[in-house]
């Protein structure tokens, strides 16, 4: 037996140069195979939560900073203290809930369906869309909550509840996508799902403008960037179909 490494009657390895001895051990004897696919496994599977735990970490840091930045941006004199906190719950309670049902479509089909797609080269890569989702949902759940309560103290109720109402159906719409696209894989109509994303995004931006012109400057970047997700998803469904 060559050097590289040693096994008794009882398949205990006594030596072994590198990995590939041992893979190679794992060919002959499959106990060892399995033991050794296992320790990659755990291995791996550490790595990953790793990873999420970091991500959790970094992406709720960054929610906190651009959440207390557009508060003290919409409120006046820069004062936190100003936003009224049940508001501000109840749009982050349901813009989190947005991003959660979302996240259950995508979190499995991410790293394996849709990688194997052809993308056109501007698609940005994996890691900046958690980055920009998470900024994207803390404007939306800070700045409609400023906007909602802009239109209350000035009396406008009716304005108040239809925006709340716009807000519903425009997160009903930005989870739907997800489904749409990651769980059925439909290229086709998530395009179109994108596309009336985007519209329901600029009408949403408006009425925060028709409260107040600050919140309709913050909220901007939710249609742009959802008009891009339509042109991804438009560009991704050509150079994918049959």
């Not at 050097?3 to 794992?26: I, P, T, Y």
């Not at 970091?54 to 959440?67: G, M, T």
């Not at 997160?171 to 996508?177: K, M, S």
């Amino acid at each position: 037996m060559k050097q590289g490494a040693k096994v008794s009657g009882s398949h205990v390895v006594r030596g072994g140069k590198n990995s590939a001895d041992l893979l190679r051990l794992g060919r002959q004897y499959p106990q060892i195979g399995r033991d050794l696919r296992l320790q990659r496994g755990s291995l791996v599977g550490g790595l990953i939560r790793a990873h999420d735990t970091l991500q959790f970490i970094r992406n709720r840091a960054l929610l906190q900073l651009i959440n207390t930045s557009i508060i003290e941006r919409l409120y006046k004199d820069g004062e936190g203290d100003n936003v009224n906190k049940v508001t501000l719950a109840a749009t982050t309670l349901a813009v989190s809930a947005a991003a959660g049902v979302g996240s259950v479509a995508s979190r499995a089909s991410v790293n394996s369906w849709y990688s194997r797609l052809r993308k056109p080269a501007y698609v940005p890569p994996n890691a900046v869309f958690p980055v920009a989702w998470t900024s994207l949902y803390t404007d939306i759940a800070a700045t409609s909550a400023a906007a909602i309560d802009r239109l209350r103290a000035a009396g406008r109720h009716e304005e108040a509840r239809d925006y709340v109402v716009a807000l519903g159906v425009n997160l009903i719409l930005n989870a739907g996508w997800s489904w749409l696209f990651f769980k059925y894989h439909k290229l086709g109509a998530s395009t179109v799902g994108a596309a009336v994303l985007a519209a329901s995004s600029a009408d949403l931006a408006r009425r925060a403008a028709l409260a107040d012109p600050r919140a309709g400057a913050a909220l901007l970047p939710y249609p742009l960037w959802s008009a891009f997700a339509t042109a991804m998803s438009g560009h991704i469904w050509v150079l994918n179909r049959s």
